[in-house]
Structure formats: C-alpha cells, structure tokens
C-alpha cells in the first residue's frame, strides 16, 4: 500500500488506518460521526494527498483539454477551476476531475487516487490521436502534497496563515498564495458541502502546513477527519464517488454531471453521449432514504412491484438527518422524489422512497 | 488505539470475546479492536432470546456508518439473554466493547469449545500478524 507524506502523523495519534484506492489512509481518527458533526458546525482537516495531480502545460494544453474533457474550457479564466468528466468513446465515465487553469496555457488535473495512472494514459493517448506535440503532459501527483479544510469556521483558521485576499476568493476559484510561508495553490472548493478550501504544495512540505493549521485551529475546534467522515460528508451533500456513482459503463447524464457535459463543442464520447441524450436514458442515479429499519449498502438490490429494477451505489447512516440515505440506480421512470422503492437489505426487502438531492444543503 | 483486550476470557479469529461465568454461561461481544475497524456503530441486529447457534454461525448483525458486519457465536448453545440497551444505545459498543457493549449471553452445551478460541496474548499477536 501507498503512504501518503502524512502517514506517520495519523499512526502517531492512532488513526484508524484502512485502504483506499491503494492508499493507507485514515479512516477515523476518534469517531466517524464526531468528525462529521465537527465538520458541519466547525471545522475538519483532510489527508487527500492520495489524490493525483497531472499538469498540462504549452501552446496545445488548452486544445488537448478540450478534447478530453466533458466540459467546454474555452471561457475559463486564470484562477478558475471547473468541474469536469473524462468520457471514454462510448460516453462511459473514465474519472471526474477538477480542472485549475494556473496560467496562460498551464492547467492542472485533478484525479480521484484509483484513476490517477488510467487518467494519464488516456491524455497521453489523446495527446498522440489529436497531434497536441506542443502539450506537455506530467504526473505531478508524487510531488504534490494536498490537504482540505472545511467547514464554517475554515476560512477563519486559514486566514492566519495565508497571504492574500482569502476573504474574496470566490467559490472554484484559486489563488497562488503563501501559507506558512510555503508557496501553495488555495482554492475554496471541496467534498463536504461546506464553505472550505483546497490547499496544494509539495510533498515535502505539505507536513508544515497540516502541523501548524491543526495547531492554530484547534482553539477553533478544527479537528482531523478521516475518510469515512469525508464519505458520510460527500452523500449527505449528494455528492458522487468514482467507483460507486460512477464507472466506465456508465454516462454523465446517467448521473448528475449533465451540467458538466457541453454538448456543443467535440471531445471524445461527445457523439455517443449526444445520442443518448436525444434517445433518452433508461437509468438514472436518485437519492433515496430508508422508511423502514436498516442501512442500505454499495451493491444492494433495488425492487420495485416484485423486480429487481437498480442497485445502490452508496449508502450510509446520515449523521446530520440521523437517518440512513443513499444514491441509487433506477429507472427513470421511478425517479421522481417520493416514489416508493424497495431495498433488498441481506435476506430482507426494506421500504425506501426516492428523495431529492442533496439530502444537505448548508445554510448561507 | 485499541484497548488492550481483557485476559479474563477468550477471542476469536472473527474479533468475537467469550466470558465464562465458571459454569454454563458465556457472556459475548466484539472486541475493541472490532469496534474501531467497524466504526460507529448506528445499529445492532439482536437474536432473539431461546435461538439455538452453532460455533461460529453468525448470531447477530452490526451495521456502523462504513458497513454491516456478522457477528459470529464463539461457542454453541442456546441465547438466554441479550443486551437491550443496544436497541437504543448502539454506540455502548464503540465505548465499552468489553464491558458495557456485551452483545448476548449463551448457555453453551459445551464449555470445552471455549478452550479451542484463543487467550488475550494469542489474540493480541493475531491482531499484529493480520492488522485488518
């Protein structure tokens, strides 16, 4: 298993470890629901380092992008990050990414941790098929260091350490600032649902920072939060997770990334995902919450007047609803909110209805 | 960290603890080490008083916010008793997984079965060769 530059600290304050993605990460660092809870009302830091950073750079880094990205990039200004999918020829979701535009012609890619190599691969490959010589593609995901801080009072605790404007920067968006002193990337975006920021640097130096924000954030209640908060945190938020609401067989539309999918311009499964959305999807991904007792989980049978009709693709126990929720497949003509399902939980089917996303919204 | 695991009974491969009374009775739950792999625990799945289990069937569920888990009997017999507080109060096994957060007592029909599980030491150097 991969170590992350953080690993030793969460072994010295005895996290609980597990794997993810390939990675040795924390899971919890004392409870799963105190570090959710924390997090909404005050504030978490996150170990992410696991995940992958892939620099594009040079005169052709803007037309590769957009050859393989989802999302129209040509409006996109320096210091700006967007959303985006990679699609493979059939539409299929090879990762979600975030986009940064650092500079004139110099981007960076943000993976999820299990599609970091598969991620490179394929934009080397479109780099050959489109003949984008004049883009540099590099795997910076080894040098880079990279923490979250999230919740209500994030941008109070990281004020204290960095330079700049922090108060105005808007939502995804990034500055290239100094925190600790250290040069680093911010931006106020995450995987929470909270106000909170994406603090990047290198490896080598992403200890200092994790250090000295749990120290100047613990008057503040900032906590670290491991893993399994981070994924309560996510669905609550209705938030996807590649390798359960995503995978290569299934498309933007099919999900909630419709939004992130522009059609009017070409990238790679652009035709197919065009067809499909003059033809209609068959399935869609829905929110539901259990009416009877029970926890629906990753692989779970969905029932509907006596068939099998989806799987759920996550499920928890919602810390801040204190109800058990999850995200399934359905077909679409069952996914309006308040349609009865039926989750087959082991030898038992439970009662569920279809809710609207997301199951949390913070208040502004 | 985990607690370190009591030496007054024995544990299983499945992190299950078995607590004789010196006569018929084994109190049971799962270990610390269980609680923190699992999680906070949200739910407990009870058998019912009068069932009748083998060793190492599973004699109830434990569902945390990260997954479900069985939970396996450490010897056989028959459950004469369960803890109810579970029903309302799941998180008992999260903060005493050893004392309050017992799952069910079994009137086993053979006593010997629990020297085939292993002591707290044999448990402990278990944990280190199979940390998950």
Known sequence: MKKTPLYERHIAVGATMTEFGGWAMPVQYSSVIDEHRNTRSLAGLFDVCHMGEIEVRGPQALELLQWVMSRNLATQQIGEMKLSAITNRKGGIIDDVTVYKRGEDHYMVVTNASTREGDLDWILKAKQEKGCLKADVTDLSDATGKIDIQGPVAQKILLEIVEGDLGSLRFYHAMETRVAGIPALVSRSGYTGEDGFEVYTTAARIGEIWDLLLHIGNPHGLKPTGLGARDTLRLEAGMMLFGHEMCQTVTPFEVV??????????????????????????????????????????????WAAGEKIGEVTSGTFSPTLEKAIGLAFVPVSLKEPGTELEIGIRSQRAKAKVAPLPFYRRKK | MAKPSPQDRQYTKEHEWAKSDGGNTVTMGITDHAQELLTDVVYVELPAVGRK????????????????????????????????????????????????????????????????????????????????
């Open chain 1, 257 to 302: 990334y419709g939004w992130i999918t522009d059609l009017d311009k070409d990238f790679i499964g652009r035709d197919a995902l065009k067809k499909q959305k003059e033809e209609g999807i068959r399935k869609k991904l829905v929110g539901f919450e259990m009416i009877d007792r029970g926890i629906a989980r990753h692989g779970y049978p969905v």
């Open chain 2, 53 to 132: 289990v083998k060793q190492m069937q599973p004699i109830a569920v434990v569902e945390s916010v990260k997954s479900v888990s069985d939970i396996f009997a450490p010897v056989s017999g028959e459950v004469i008793e369960v803890n109810q507080a579970l029903e309302a109060t799941p998180e008992l096994i999260n903060k005493d997984a050893f004392g309050e957060g017992w799952i069910a007592k079994i009137k086993t029909d053979d006593p010997s079965e629990l020297d085939g599980l292993m002591t707290a030491e044999g448990y402990e150097e278990y944990l280190k060769e199979n940390p998950h």
